[in-house]
């Protein structure tokens, strides 16, 4: 009860939820950095898919890891929640990040970052259907209007072409339906952790779609079809420490929060994952800076922000 009364207040809610979003901007800077040690191809679908696969499959070992050492939880489950489970890490890991690698690599890095945030629009916009209690507010609005505001602002570039509205199926289109699988599996979540811990929902869906991107991955690294020659170096492998255990982590924390919050309200802060990632990747890589843009877009987010949390009217 104490748990519960605890994640449910407004302050509370909105710091654990930033916290996960900064955990998962840090990936930006952190997938660059960690391409560059491997010096990866940028047409290696491959080894893209086996080192998220990999990723992921290492966070699911550290959650269960925590689930029996701290949480004292027994892993084992009982055979009607295995299909679930497999179904959430289909689309929350497996499906979702083989469309946005899959997708990124055939379209624009500006059109790219804008249409990776379409997935919050898509759980804000069914969560008004879905549930009874997640409606659609002046918040809600004001906050998908100044959130989405900030993410074209800090990916505007001025002195470029700006947004190029030809579309692909293997680019936008994929993107979209990574949009889409991402929404899918929050309602997924929320509906699993209702009666399974956050995080055993958390590590089993991990652990589900991580399998799906490696076998996915592993016939053209068998086969050598990108002919690569990868680079491990001892950097790479802190990194990719790093990058499980903020899945793990930001994952959990997420999972938590929709067991006791509405979809709708806890994803508009997601929009915090963009900014954020933009400021970390200005601070760690050496030629990427903070501008206007950035900390025009830091104010439309933490309005958005104040917005969805301050005027709660149901409508």
């Excluded at 990868?230 to 959990?252: D, E, K, M, V």
């Excluded at 997601?270 to 900390?295: D, K, Q, Y």
């Amino acid at each position: 009860m104490v748990q519960k009364t605890i994640w449910t207040k407004k302050y509370f809610v909105v710091l654990m939820a930033v916290i996960a979003c900064i955990l998962w901007g840090s990936a930006f800077p952190v997938l660059k950095v960690t391409y560059a040690q491997l010096e990866l191809r940028p047409d290696d679908v491959s080894s893209r898919l086996l080192l998220a696969g990999g990723r992921f499959f290492l966070a699911a070992l550290l959650l269960f890891v925590l689930l029996k050492l701290v949480f004292k939880q027994p892993l084992t489950l009982e055979k009607h929640w295995i299909r679930p489970l497999f179904f959430l890490g289909l689309t929350q890991t497996g499906l979702q990040y083989f469309f946005f690698y899959n997708g990124l690599a055939y379209t624009a890095g500006i059109k790219g970052a804008v249409l990776n945030s379409i997935g919050n629009f898509f759980v804000v916009l069914m969560a008004h259907f879905l549930y009874k209690n997640d409606r659609l507010n002046l918040g809600k609005v004001l906050g998908l209007i100044t959130g989405f505001a900030g993410i074209i602002i800090i990916n505007w570039q001025p002195y470029t072409h700006g947004f190029n509205w030809d579309l692909s199926w293997r680019g936008e289109g994929f993107l979209v339906l990574a949009g889409l699988t991402s929404a899918l599996g929050t309602f997924q979540a929320k509906q699993l952790t209702g009666n399974l811990h956050p995080v055993l929902v958390n590590a089993y869906q991990l652990m589900f779609g991580s399998l799906l991107l490696l076998i996915s991955g592993l016939p053209g690294a068998l086969q050598g079809v990108y002919e690569t020659h990868l680079t491990f170096t001892p950097l790479f492998w802190i990194l990719l420490i790093y990058s499980a255990f903020l899945s793990a982590t930001a994952f959990s924390i997420w999972y938590t929060l929709l067991k006791y919050n509405k979809a709708g309200e806890v994803t508009l802060i997601r929009f915090v994952i963009p900014v954020s990632g933009a400021i970390l990747s200005a601070a760690f890589l050496p030629n990427e800076h903070l501008s206007l843009s950035v900390i025009l877009a830091l104010a439309l987010v933490a309005f958005g922000i104040f917005a969805v949390n301050h005027f709660q009217r149901n409508t």
